[in-house]
């Protein structure tokens, strides 16, 4: 069994689409074992979207993560991380495939209602952020 890491933004939280959004997940053979609402601070953004600190879009990219309540959540399956990946859809929901979350729900590449780990390893980072080994179960 592998682990991966989600968010549900703050689009999709505010469209109260939690549900929906675990419904699809659940049906491609995750189960989410950890799941938490909370408001991202300014500071957790930066860290956690560091990666992106040099491109343009950065400063916009955590003023959204923060603008309101986000859902976390570890999921857990075989393949966690590609399964999640390949449910997203495409970053860009005009190109996403049809039926995945982001064709589905999301309102524009910044606003594209999940985050998902991009491999195992980070997945590991990205878990270990917002959860304490305790809150998985």
């Known amino acids: 069994m592998e682990q991966t890491f989600s ?5 999709a939280v505010k469209r109260n689409l939690i549900g929906h959004i675990n419904q699809i997940i659940e049906a491609a053979g995750l ?10 601070t300014k500071q957790q953004a930066e860290i ?7 491109r343009p879009f950065f400063d916009s990219l955590v003023s959204y993560m923060t603008s309101g309540p986000v ?3 570890v999921l857990e399956g ?5 399964t ?3 449910i997203m859809g ?23 209602s999940v985050h998902g780990s991009d ?17 998985l179960v």
């Not at 956690?48 to 040099?54: G, T």
């Open 90 to 112: 495409a970053t860009n929901p005009e190109e996403a495939e049809e039926g995945t979350i982001r064709k589905l729900y999301a309102e524009s590449i910044e606003a594209n």
């Open 7 to 11: 968010i549900i933004k703050p689009d």
């Open 48 to 54: 956690f979207y560091s990666a992106h600190k040099e």
């Open 78 to 82: 075989g393949e966690a991380v590609s």
């Open 119 to 135: 491999s195992s390893e980070n997945a590991k980072i990205e878990i270990n952020f917002f959860f304490a080994g305790s809150e």
């Open 84 to 86: 999640y990946r390949k």
């Open 71 to 73: 859902q976390v959540q």
């Open 31 to 40: 189960n989410v074992i950890a799941s938490k609402k909370m408001y991202l």
